[in-house]
Each structure stands twice: as C-alpha cells, then as structure tokens.
Antibody, heavy 115, light 112 residues
C-alpha cells in the first residue's frame, strides 16, 4: 500500500524556521519525482516545490524561492522541505505528493506562522 | 505561468443526475508528445486530494466509471454521471505540461 506521511509542522513566529519531512512507503521511492503542495484551510491548492528522482532537478514557486529548500534521501525513503524566514502567508497545510502528475497525496502537516 | 480557470465555482447537484465541471487553461496543454497533461482531483472535506483523471481523459485505478474526462488544447471537462452522495467536495484541475510551476484551478465545490 502506497503511503506518504508528513511530519514536522507546528507553530513558529515570523522569521523562524521549520523542517518538514515526508516518509514514503509501499513503492520504489527513488523512481518517482516528488512535490510539496500547500493549502490554506478552506482555500485552494498551491504547488510549492518539486524534486526529480535523484535530486538533480529542483524547482520552486516564486513565493518561496530563496527561503525554502527541497531535498530527498532515497536510502531512507524520505522527502524534506527546509523552510526558513517564514512569513505569516506561509501558514498552510503542507502536502507531500508523488509523481510528476501527482498521483498520490499524504494527509498533510499544518504549519502556522504567527506572532 | 499557465492560469487555470474553473467554472462554475459552486455546483449544486441532484442525486442521480449528471454534472459537469469545466477547466480552461491560458495556453494549450498539448505537450510535444501529443498528450495534454491535465489532471482532475477530488477533495472531500477533511481529506487530502485524490486524483481521478490524468492526461485529460484517463481514469485512475479504482475510480468509478461515472467519472469521465474530456478535452484537449485549452478546454477540458470533468463529467460526473449519476451523482452519488460521496461525490460531494471540491474538484480541482491541474496542469502539468508547462512547468514549473504546476498550476491548479480555483476549485469547484459540489454539493447536494
């Protein structure tokens, strides 16, 4: 069974940092592109970042470029999102998602940025 | 960036009847391989999204055949035949042809 489980969300003040993790299981992680997508509760889906199979290809939404860093550890079947200099507008539920065309999503982890 | 526009944004439906959701892209989604990388997702309240349709018209495994996708170029449609109570929620289209970024429509809320 394919599973993606995010963790690392929480409450942080503006300017702070958080590192999200996504544990993958039930499929060959190293053969899939992966994404982070976020959603403000009650609002729409917004793509954040992608990473290709070996980490050599990475892209970011303009809103997070220079502040967020995506990475992966294929030996551990883990995806990460390091989020620095967080802003109030980064508050959202962050989903880990599989495959270029996004065929599977995790349940998400909530990030709240507030003073 | 490719802008995805969905309509309607709210869709009241009647059980057993059909319903259609439309998605328009600001530029053609036909890739060099001839495919349109347009996906449809369904998100029930309190749940993460689930993909229903990929490449505009291919149904994902386990998706009931009352869901169908059509279209190419810039205009796409998701049709739900014989709406059931479990079909309520928000439906999103997403393009994966011109990336980055991958872009989503605003979402269409379907309610009984």
């Amino acid at each position: 069974e394919v599973q993606l489980v995010e963790s690392g969300g929480g409450f942080v003040q503006p300017g702070g940092s958080l590192k999200l993790s996504c544990a993958a299981s039930g499929f060959t992680f190293s053969t899939y592109w992966m994404h982070w997508v976020r959603q403000v509760p009650g609002k729409g889906l917004v793509w954040v970042s992608h990473i290709n199979r070996d980490g050599s290809g990475i892209s970011y939404a303009d809103s997070v470029k220079g502040r967020f860093t995506i990475s992966r550890d294929n030996a551990k079947n883990m995806l990460y999102l390091q989020m620095n200099n967080l802003r109030v507008e980064d508050t959202a539920l962050y989903y880990c998602a599989r495959e270029g065309q996004i065929d599977f999503w995790g349940p998400g982890t909530l990030v709240t940025v507030s003073s | 960036d490719v802008v995805m526009t969905q309509f309607p944004l709210s869709l009241p439906v009647t059980l057993g009847q059909s319903a259609s959701i439309y998605c328009r892209s600001s530029q053609s989604l036909v890739y060099s391989d001839g495919k349109s990388y347009l996906n449809w997702f369904h998100q029930r309240p309190g749940q993460s999204p689930r993909r229903l349709i990929y490449e505009a018209s291919n149904r994902d495994s386990g998706v009931p055949d009352r869901f169908s996708g059509s279209g190419s170029g810039t205009d796409f449609t998701l049709k739900i035949s014989r709406v059931e109570a479990e079909d309520v929620g928000v439906y999103y289209c997403m393009q994966g042809t011109h990336w980055p970024p991958w872009t989503f429509g605003q979402g269409t809320k379907v309610e009984i």
